[in-house]
């Protein structure tokens, strides 16, 4: 058990000053003043006095095992490590594929999600590459969501991208049927994962999908909206009809020179033109591949999405974009646990899972990480490692 005693609680919504219990890997109580009068029990209590107290963050579009490799071989990225997320606040992942569904394979994939619950995270998985035809675990992408605990949805597919397998607007809309059917039987959310590529038809053929089929525009979950400003006023208006949004917070100055939001900035541009803030997350996309190609296409370079980039960005947004802290959090906490369907994640409340971050007050700099019960991070020093770290 833990008793964490004077924090600032943000739920994300603000709970002002309460002590919290923890038990095993749940939030038992959250009260204030809590005093035990049997003080023989083994409880580690936690001082909170200088810090808010937030949910731990979720970041749902990761490439756990590497993604890309857009450069050859040798430029294929490496695995997640434990301790990247931990230090980045980050409690729940979400893995993709990615561009390469051939040498990335969905077992392993799965394998590692399953590995990285057991070093101490939650961690689901959609099924799927940048591919289509999707290429499942069984034969149908209902049957994978509906059989696989871990499986939550499909994607992320690829659209608008040069390096799409350039579905037909038909064949979307039957994946998105199949993951819909698939998350309606399993009580998951069966979401569209959608990479959203450079291309001029950007959000189009959602857009049509959803004016000519019964499917609701809440079935596509498009990414990477921030990545030039064209994308990003589409999705302004895509999401001005109920559509989510997700930005991606990994770059490189290159990129926000030619063009990319920088996501603290774009957040507060979607909040002005009068968008929800229920509607929008951001995602890392730890792990991929940014492979920097110039005008005729050729490759000059190539860097790592890092998860880091999740929190720094909704910290820039509080500062530098005055967004109050208990909305900026939405994006990484409460918004990707309702549209995902995680049960038990991204609020602080009695009995949900104990994920928690604890952020200094005048800094907002991650103090101590909670994960599943478990102290991780305590005063910025790591505390639990990855397997082989
Ligand atoms: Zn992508």
Do not use: W
């Amino acid at each position: 058990m833990i008793l964490i005693k004077n924090g600032d609680v943000y739920s994300p919504t603000s709970k002002g000053e309460q002590d919290i219990l923890v038990s095993n890997d749940k939030i038992a109580f959250i009260q204030q003043g809590m005093v035990l009068a049997n003080t023989s029990l083994p409880i580690q209590i936690l001082d909170a006095s200088n810090c808010y107290i937030v949910p731990g963050f979720i970041d749902s579009h990761v490439h756990l095992i590497g993604g890309g490799g857009e450069g050859g071989f040798k430029t294929r990225t490496p695995e997640l490590l434990l301790s990247d997320c931990i230090k980045s606040g980050i409690t729940t992942v979400i893995g993709v594929l990615g561009t390469d569904g051939t040498t990335r394979t969905m077992p392993s994939l799965l394998a590692k999600c399953r590995a990285l619950e057991e070093e101490g995270i939650t961690s689901f998985v959609y099924t799927g590459s940048y591919q289509t035809p999707v290429k499942t675990l069984f034969s149908k992408i209902e049957e994978d969501i509906i059989l696989i605990d871990k499986i939550i949805g499909v994607g992320e597919i690829a659209i608008s991208d040069h390096r799409s397998s350039q579905p037909t607007k038909h064949e979307l809309a039957r994946i998105a049927a199949e993951a819909r059917n698939g998350g309606l039987l399993s009580g998951k959310s069966g979401v569209v994962n959608l990479h959203i590529g450079d291309s001029k038809s950007m959000l189009s053929m959602i857009e049509e999908i959803i004016d000519e089929t019964e499917l609701p525009i809440t079935q596509f979950y498009p990414t990477h909206i921030n990545r030039n400003s064209y994308l990003f006023e589409a999705g302004i208006q895509y999401a001005q009809k109920g559509g989510f949004v997700d930005f991606t917070t990994s770059t490189i100055p290159h990129f926000i020179e030619n063009g990319e939001v920088k996501c603290s900035v774009g957040l507060k541009r979607m909040l002005d033109s009068g968008v929800n803030i229920e509607q929008i997350t951001f995602t890392s996309d730890g792990q991929a591949s940014l492979p920097d190609f110039d005008e005729n296409g050729v490759l000059r370079g190539m860097k790592i999405g890092k998860v880091n980039s999740l929190y720094h960005e909704v910290k820039d947004a509080i500062l530098n974009e005055g967004i109050p802290i208990e909305e900026a959090l939405k994006v990484i906490t409460s918004n990707p646990a309702r549209i995902l369907k995680l049960q038990n994640k991204g609020q602080i409340n009695e009995g949900y899972d104990a994920d928690l971050v604890f952020l200094n007050k005048k800094t907002l700099e991650i103090e101590t990480v909670i994960s599943k019960g478990r102290v991780m991070l305590q005063n910025g020093e790591l505390l639990v490692k990855g397997t082989f770290e």
